[in-house]
């Protein structure tokens, strides 16, 4: 799903404000502290326990500059 998402919006450049409007606010986690938006995708495939995250960054006028899919 989260390919599809990617693949429709492209979230470089977007406004902070944007990206919430369109995911809802940031799941409240302590991982990933290098990243300024982090959504839980739920669980890998071939993992159950494990789940993934998309991680979002932002620039100094808080808009995206970098993203990224990645699993715990």
């Known amino acids: 799903m989260v390919d599809t998402l990617l693949a429709q ?3 470089k450049g977007m406004h902070r404000a944007q990206v919430i409007e369109l995911l809802g606010e940031p799941t409240p ?3 990933w502290d290098d990243w ?3 959504y ?3 669980p890998t495939e071939y993992m ?3 789940h993934e995250w998309l991680v979002i960054d932002l620039d100094e006028a808080g808009r995206v500059s970098d993203y990224d ?3 715990d």
């Open 69 to 71: 899919v990645t699993a």
């Open 40 to 42: 839980v995708l739920g």
């Open 36 to 38: 300024d938006m982090i």
């Open 48 to 50: 159950p326990i494990d």
């Open 29 to 31: 986690t302590d991982k």
């Open 9 to 11: 919006h492209s979230l």
